[in-house]
């Protein structure tokens, strides 16, 4: 990510790409950074199963924002990639954090 980071500076100071695809190429590499991270959620070992549900759902959650947001900072106009992509990995998170909260609710009824 890092690497990424600063070839995309070193190549707009060198004036081989403009700023506008610099910060596209840094932020499609965060997207597909949060879909690998979403991808490895379900890998880690949890002895819970309800844990192992979570992680299934977050890492299903995460990686498909990701991917959107990854997409969208790709192939989408500026404004729509902005908030059509912190949408994304928003709706993401929210998804996984309401799924966390109702396994906790049933746990508790039961």
Sequence with gaps: MIA?????????EAELIDGDTATRI???VTGLMVAWYG???PKTFTPSASARRANRVGGWSMALSGLLYAG???LAPFDVALWVGCGAIFAGIMVTA????????KAKAA
Excluded: I, P
């Design 4 to 12: 990424v980071a600063l070839g995309a500076t070193a190549s707009r």
């Design 72 to 74: 969208l900072w790709a």
């Design 26 to 28: 840094v932020l499609a």
């Design 98 to 105: 309401g799924y966390c909260f109702s396994l906790r609710s």
């Design 39 to 41: 991808n490895r959620m």
